[in-house]
């Protein structure tokens, strides 16, 4: 657009603000999403499988960069440090990741809706992509490859901001991404990165409205709190993950165990993770189940009422109704049935993900109805909550807001629609 | 839900502080919105029903109220007070507007999306109301009766907030409203109206971030710059509707007229109308198509190619490119083909709805898919921009954002969806 000459020409070069700096990327991505937007599937699935085979070309390099990033990375809890660590096995990974994003159907042009008005209007309902999405993310370098990836493939140019502990891995990363699009005769401008540390770039993103259509946050409850007060700009996220397992009077105690141990104790740490255990009233099988997960090496704090059934249990504290602790610790309550369940999520949960356990379908189709979550699951374990167990071919995010998309954000969830009206001469008269 | 109750204790009466008074509103509101969700199809229309019955009984009470609005409205403009005045037959308009919002198919419990993932996992996405919408707007009363009821249609409750210059007008129709929903037996706070006529009742709607899910302001720009601006929670609008019909140079001339001339002149304060008209280089009968505009009583701003077209012909300033004037005034200028109509409209649309007219289909799908728009038309008039037209049964408001819905804004608009997922046991392991 010649629009971008001119006001590059009325700016100082001297001009390096973060608000300057932006503008430039912001209008250097809406161009290049133009081109995105009309470039066939073909175009876009060599550009990302050229990006999986530059990074694994480029292990080495990839490698030696994290090494860096590590060396540099002795303030970080050991948590964060695996969460930057790259592994040769980790780098295959995610080429692998990306070859399989490249074979996912390309959701943009798909007609979504069609009909004929009476006055013989052609309507349809056709999907585009969103154009300029941001990533603003912490420690985990794979982010880099799978968003620009699934936002590259959803048609969309992508801005990433990722955290300055990742830099070098980040750079390494990135450029296997520009090298694909430049191999696909893209504009590399589709993927851009965010190379000052300055947080001050952080907040030049989420100021940016008109540049940058959708931002979505990946890291800790800090960074996503913090996109979520201050963006002038759409955001798809999740804060928190308190999620719910519910086991009802009518589960099967050998099933209710197993989902519940899996739901809590497969991984602690991820947003999809059990943090509050509800048992009804009438569940024969309490005691075993809470010494389950003691067994299992799980902190379990329980209400008064399942206190007495098992001497390693903890009281419950009123704000453990409503933690996330991504971690071997749970909250335990006895409910009365579902209804007791339902309003104990309506008065706690963070419509994150929540699950009933019942042989009984009318219990279920309640809890399914009445729950008020992104994700609600009957008979099936929390720890299901990701894009790419659903069968969306992986996902940028879990969302928990109500607009747009919700519970996992895949490539339909980068995408948006136009309404497209063929007629005959029309006039409304 | 018992925290209400709780909530109301622990606050003084004498606390009428705007946000306590909004707070009260979203709570009893979220109570409503939960039984609204569960709400059978036949409850809510026969809520819906019964409303438009007691809008027909009320009438004389309603055209009563609006008196007493118009008796207050002397500082107002022609155009507002037409848009306040109510007449019989615009309350008969109102209430057969209800009947038929009443008859639409219910959007909620749809099954958008299913499948069985390989490890046995069904999934379901299903579509769910929104939750609590809160709707800013002026003028035109019928907003009341419109809003209120496609909210609910919906499952959603809804929190109405009209200007100060209709109150008693929305007092009576909310009333109506109100009558139909304990009809049916559904909670009467599903459809509250904001009373208090301090403007800081707005700024608590715009920052009830947990107790509003998504705010739709309808009105003068003014009010709608102040939303976008200032909202804390999501809103669906559209500030500009900047639009444009580009008649190619292959256009049937007969029905290139007739386009440009209902688009601008049907109805010039629509946002759907006509504000710029782009004419091909190579198109042969341009003075034509200009003189008829001219003709039909339209001020038309034209660049230096078309100027000496026409005598009347005004020279377009450039601000004209990015004007929305809602009268008998358009911007006109001469592009080189299709590509530069697409290019004139991504330097100067609003992304609201944009047309051309041609015979060759070529053009008419670059125009398609290239400009950026909620709506784009072929061989149609702009004024078709409306949800009743397109076939959504009425419309709540028209979307530019790219976030969830995009163009009119009807019962799908206002709703979004749950991920269900029924298993037979599975952990992730």
């Known amino acids: 657009m010649s629009g971008g000459v001119e006001m590059t020409a009325g700016t100082t070069s001297a001009d390096t603000s973060p608000e300057a700096v932006m503008a430039t990327m912001t209008r ?8 995105l937007a009309q470039a066939p599937t073909a175009a876009k699935a060599a550009a990302i499988r050229a990006a999986a085979a530059a990074i694994r070309r480029q292990a080495e390099a990839i490698l030696a960069a994290n090494a860096a990033d590590m060396a540099a990375a002795d303030g970080l809890t ?35 809706a069609a009909w004929t008005t009476p006055n013989g209007l052609a309507f349809e309902r056709v999907r585009v992509p969103l154009g300029v999405v941001g990533i603003v993310y912490e420690s985990r370098p794979n982010v880099t490859a799978d968003a620009g990836a699934l936002a590259v493939m959803a048609g969309n140019a992508v801005i990433l901001r990722g955290g300055s502990e990742a830099a070098a891995s980040n750079a390494a990363i990135h450029a296997c991404l520009v090298e694909g699009l430049a191999a696909a005769g893209l504009p590399t ?7 000052c540390r300055d947080r001050a770039m952080v907040t030049a993103m989420l100021t940016a409205a008109g540049g940058i259509d ?3 946050p990946r890291g800790g409850k800090g960074l996503v709190a913090h996109v979520l007060e201050h963006a002038r700009v759409p955001v798809l996220a999740h804060l928190d993950g308190n999620n719910h397992v519910y086991v009802d009077a009518a589960a099967d105690p050998a099933m209710a165990q197993a989902v519940v141990l899996d739901a809590k104790m497969r991984r602690t740490g991820v947003c999809g993770a059990m943090e509050t255990l509800l048992v009804d009233r009438a569940y024969p099988a309490k005691a075993a189940l809470l010494t389950a997960l003691l067994d299992a090496g799980c902190e379990v704090r329980a209400d008064a009422a399942l206190l007495p059934l098992d001497l ?7 704000l453990d109704w409503d933690t996330e602790y991504l971690d071997a610790v749970c909250a335990a309550a006895e409910v009365d049935g579902v209804a007791g369940a339902i309003s104990h999520i309506a008065g706690h949960g963070s419509h994150h993900t929540d699950a009933v356990v019942t042989a009984d379908l009318l219990v279920a189709e309640r809890f399914i109805a009445e729950v008020d979550s992104a994700i609600v699951l009957h008979n099936a374990s929390t720890q299901f909550a990701d894009g790419g167990e659903f069968g969306f071919g992986g996902e940028i995010g879990i969302a928990t807001g109500r607009l747009h998309a919700r519970g996992p954000v895949a490539l339909e969830g980068l995408t948006t629609y136009k309404n497209v009206v063929r007629g005959t001469g029309q006039v409304r008269g």
Not at 189 to 195: F, I, L
Not at 312 to 318: I, K, N, Y
């Open 78 to 112: 050991p948590a964060l440090k695996d969460r930057l660590l790259l592994t040769p096995a980790r780098v295959e990974a995610m080429a692998a990741g990306l070859a399989a994003i490249a074979a996912l159907p390309d959701p943009v042009g798909a007609v979504i």
């Open 214 to 216: 959708v931002l979505i």
């Open 312 to 318: 390693r249990l903890v009281p419950a504290q009123p």
């Open 189 to 195: 401008d589709a993927v851009q990165r965010v190379t």
């Open 28 to 35: 250097a991505a809406r161009t290049a999403a133009a081109v």
